[in-house]
């Protein structure tokens, strides 16, 4: 199992998502002789999981089942320890494309926090690019050090403990994008700039605030960087389901009015002479979309 790369069977050390249902799924580290409680019972490692190809149904002892799903980055992204406020999929997505992240990109990243979009990075730029993440709290440095060796992606990462805004990337003309997400963006400009290629790159900021958003734009400006854009994507989900409308009753027509053999037309149906149609339908949950961020994106080309 890598976070970089898919394979079929589960093997011991590796890390496997739990599904019970699209709310519930949890990580677990596979070990022989390992056991994992469920609402469903138990799953023992050695003999339910380990041999088994990702993906299959596991009954648990109590007779329930659950799904043994491969790791991706995006499963991670839902399920991870929190150490920090994370970016999730939608943001991720964007800056994935708007960084132009490939197999072969080499990334700068400050804040690693938890590491959320560290894994999506890692997973793009591989086998061939390298992500160097800068992350001045020691004890989060360290775990995401110890998460990147347990998923098997180390090689294509550097973590370094320090201050971005004072100490910079720890490299330097080497990136093809830098991307931002600490509470003083416009104090690491310079060093953006620095860690970027020579021949220019992309960069991406992202911010909660609007005045931080301002301060950053206007550093952006100072260091010679184009094409400064911000942007804020709000995502919409929608389940499915199926609901009952009720047919309205716009009264009898004119001609039965007339008619007053027709029975009393002036008077609405009752509830149970009214008919309801079942359709299926996509409704939107009912909490409002929440905000996350701006994304601040930015050009520098080799002048
Ligand atoms: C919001 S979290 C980043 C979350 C991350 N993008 C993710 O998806 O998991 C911000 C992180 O930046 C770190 N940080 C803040 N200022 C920093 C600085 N000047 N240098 C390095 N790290 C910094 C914080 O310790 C924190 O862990």
């Not at 138990?42 to 339910?48: G, N, Q, Y």
């Not at 734009?217 to 804020?232: D, K, P, V, Y």
């Not at 929608?238 to 009898?252: A, E």
């Not at 996350?292 to 930015?298: E, N, P, R, S, W």
């Amino acid at each position: 199992m890598s976070f970089a790369e898919y394979k079929e069977l589960i093997q011991d050390g590796d890390t496997a998502i739990v599904f019970l249902g699209h709310e519930s799924m949890f990580p677990v580290t596979i070990q022989q002789g390992g056991q994992t409680q469920t609402k469903y019972g138990v799953i023992r490692h050695s003999t339910d999981l380990i041999g088994k190809c990702y993906g299959s149904k596991v009954t648990c002892s109590k007779g329930g089942w659950v799904y043994i799903l491969y790791p991706t980055p995006e499963l991670w992204t839902m399920n991870l320890p929190h150490r920090t406020q994370i970016l999730y999929s939608t943001d991720i997505s964007m800056i994935t494309m708007m960084l132009e992240l490939k197999p072969g990109s080499v990334v700068c990243e400050s804040g690693t926090g938890s590491g959320s979009l560290s894994h999506a990075i890692i997973r793009t730029v591989a086998p061939t690019g390298h992500l160097y993440t800068v992350e001045f709290h020691q004890q989060r440095a360290e775990k995401a050090m110890e998460e990147f060796k347990q998923h098997k992606v180390d090689h294509l990462v550097t973590v370094r403990n320090q201050d971005v805004c004072k100490n910079g990337f720890g490299v330097s003309h080497v990136a093809d994008a830098v991307f931002l997400d600490i509470p003083s963006p416009w104090e690491a400009i310079g060093h953006a700039k620095d860690a970027l290629k020579t021949e220019g790159g992309r960069l991406c900021s992202f911010s909660p605030c609007i005045e931080q958003v301002q301060r950053t734009c206007l550093a952006l400006n100072e260091h010679g960087f184009a094409e400064i854009n911000t942007l804020e994507i709000l995502l919409r989900t929608y389940d499915v389901r199926t609901v009952s409308l009720q047919i309205p009753n716009f009264g009898k027509a004119v001609e039965e009015k007339e008619n007053p053999e027709s029975g009393d037309a002036s008077k609405p149906l009752s509830g149970s002479q009214q008919g309801c149609a079942l359709l299926k339908s996509g409704i939107s949950p009912r909490e409002t979309v929440g905000h996350t961020g701006y994304l601040t994106f930015a050009h520098q080309e080799f002048i």
